[in-house]
């Protein structure tokens, strides 16, 4: 699997004292530098965190993959319309939450996905839908035309105990099994920490872990070439018991 480091909070703290320091531009660098296979930012609608500028500045900056996060708002298609990333994801957003919430609800909005899908692809932008690991959602992902689906794991990191990670983690395994039949290729990413992200070694066809809270929070405490090579190390390498089973 590979890692995509996710700097929205980089622009938090930035944005704290309104100020020009710490730059995601710099971050990204450092990311890339330490083994990052691509960097995704939000721009959300309320530019919280991650500014206009901050694309574009990236856009010509980052020398791997650039992600935008995005919805599905006329103004942020016509910014990514504009700025041409590399990749785009496609996810829900609502102006209370502190986070995302949950997947698009692609099944239910399907011709406005299919339509800002199809702009994007066109534009030369490769698309992935942020999905709960339904299989609804997944076939709605495929008609919608996308390339990825990015499977939100954010309820299987939330989970209290062993046997609820479990059970998420069988809904991500048969969503990323169905996704492969369809045609589909696999992301995922959404409250993973360097306590439980190998545990998505078991998750077939799984290509890319998208990843920012943990990563910056360790790196207030590390340092970001580090915290970023930590997490390289655990998402490179299965578990000693995966290894195991595997040989056996």
């Not at 839908?129 to 709605?140: G, S």
């Amino acid at each position: 699997m590979l890692l995509g480091v996710n700097i929205d909070h980089v622009a938090t703290l930035r944005q704290a004292r309104k100020a020009d320091a710490p730059d995601p531009v710099v971050a990204a660098a450092i990311a890339e530098m330490a083994g990052a296979a691509g960097i995704t930012v939000h721009l959300r609608e309320d530019r919280r965190h991650i500014q206009d500028d901050d694309v574009r500045r990236l856009r010509r900056a980052v020398r791997t993959k650039l992600n935008l996060e995005m919805a599905l708002a006329p103004a942020i298609v016509a910014c990514a319309l504009e700025l041409k990333p590399q990749c785009a994801c496609l996810v829900p957003e609502r102006r209370a939450e502190l986070t995302t919430e949950g997947g698009l609800d692609v099944n239910g909005c399907l011709d406005d996905v299919a339509r800002v899908t199809r702009q994007l692809q066109d534009n030369g932008t490769t698309v992935s839908l942020f999905i709960d690991p339904e299989q609804r959602q997944v076939e709605a992902a495929a008609r919608a035309g996308a390339t990825f689906i990015e499977l939100h794991t954010g309820a299987f990191s939330a989970a209290v105990d062993e046997a609820g990670r479990n059970r998420h983690l069988e809904m991500l395994c048969a969503a990323a099994q169905r996704a492969h039949a369809v045609g589909l290729r696999v992301n995922a990413g959404h409250g993973l920490t360097y306590h439980n992200v190998q545990q998505m070694h078991a998750v077939p066809w799984l290509e890319e872990l998208n990843i920012g809270h943990a990563i910056v929070a360790r790196a207030v405490l590390v340092g970001l070439d580090r915290a970023v090579r930590d997490m390289v190390a655990l998402i490179s390498v299965p578990p000693v018991s995966q290894r195991t089973a595997a040989v056996a």
